[in-house]
């Protein structure tokens, strides 16, 4: 009799225990939403702007590598980039860690975009395409162990608690579109040019005193700036620069004949070709208040309206390399005999 209640209620348990496990391995949720998961590597910490940065640069593109393999069935081989920047933020370690598809043209395409991603510091940064670990399910309550029964009755059983079903898993919040950004590009050096030029006419037609070189240069002073401006899209600073340098020379020669006249008064030359110790105080404060107006008008197209915006990229910013900066050189150079003048600019674009 004692063998014969004892075997029932041992196999009861056993059943018991693989029930649980059945039901724990039904409640493992499936994989249905990859994302790109960036983290510090090989032992690199890595600040949170720059695991985001990254991010949002390698998604597309790992997205794309995971394409890739799983149309040539390849779909065991996980979408990995590893990149690791020194000291100056220069990548010196960039890999698409695919073994044995690394010479697919997607793959090299791949590593190309990211050949020359730049980083603001040195550290070492892993990014995978995949889903995120599942959550640790509820642990299963442990198994009722059944005494061995008493020699005449066997208890029953005792009824084994559900285990509690397993979250599911929360998607990640989308992000959220980023509208166009937008660059200040200076284009000063080009209305630097166009005032060095058309100064170095008029000095040299005051030089030798014609009147043809010193209009041509006043008007290319007035209106060569604002064309350039104008020639950027800047029509409305364009006007404004016409408006100063038509005003502002003007004004600063006023000031300065009333400030010259009150210090110097009017003892002496009235001559602009005695400018100097043999002209009178009104002369030469006007020829310096005029200079300082001419100065000014440089001063304000080159450095204050000479921008123009152009739209970036960020995704092609940070993998394309810096372009170069423009760099020039200019001097003016004067010919002045007895017979004849000559003005001209050399310049090095």
């Not at 702007?49 to 593109?61: F, G, K, Q, S």
Request: glycine letters at 12%; aromatic letters at 6%.
């Amino acid at each position: 009799m004692r063998r014969a209640l004892r075997a029932p209620l041992v196999g009861a348990a056993t059943l018991t225990v693989i029930g649980t496990f059945a039901v724990d391995a039904a409640a493992q949720p499936a994989c249905t939403t990859p994302k790109t998961m960036c983290a510090g590597h090989s032992g690199y910490y890595a600040p949170s702007e720059d695991l985001e940065r990254l991010t949002a640069v390698a998604d597309p593109i790992l997205r794309d590598v995971r394409a890739c393999l799983d149309g040539i069935g390849a779909k065991h081989v996980a979408s990995v980039l590893v990149i690791r920047w020194d000291s100056e933020g220069k990548p010196v370690d960039v890999r698409i860690d695919v073994p044995g598809y690394e010479g697919l043209p997607c793959v090299q395409k791949a590593h190309a975009k990211v050949a020359m991603l730049e980083n603001p510091r040195e550290t070492a940064i892993r990014c995978e395409l995949g889903c995120p670990p599942p959550p640790k399910p509820a642990p299963a309550p442990a198994p009722i162990v059944v005494a061995p029964p008493a020699p005449t009755t066997a208890p029953a059983p005792a009824p084994q608690p559900a285990p509690a079903p397993a979250p599911a898993p929360v998607p990640a919040p989308a992000r959220a579109p980023e509208g166009p950004r937008y660059e200040k590009v200076w284009y000063g050096y080009q209305t630097l040019i166009a005032d060095g030029l058309s100064l170095a006419l008029l000095t040299g037609g005051v030089v030798a005193k014609a009147s043809e070189p010193i209009v041509a240069g006043y008007v290319g002073f007035v209106l060569a700036s604002p064309i350039v401006h104008m020639a950027h899209g800047n029509v409305g600073p364009g006007f404004g620069s016409i408006g100063t340098r038509l005003f502002v020379p003007w004004i600063g020669a006023g000031i300065g004949a009333i400030t010259g006249l009150i210090v110097g008064g009017t003892s002496g030359s009235g001559a602009v070709a005695d400018f100097g110790s043999r002209a009178n105080g009104a002369l030469n404060g006007a020829v310096i208040g005029t200079v300082i107006g001419v100065v000014g008008c440089i001063a304000i197209d080159a450095a204050g309206l000479a921008y123009t915006k152009e739209r970036v990229d960020d995704a092609n910013v940070s993998l394309a390399p810096r372009p170069p900066q423009p760099t020039f050189t200019l001097a003016p150079s004067f010919d002045l005999r007895s017979d004849r003048a000559s003005v001209g600019v050399v310049g090095r674009f």
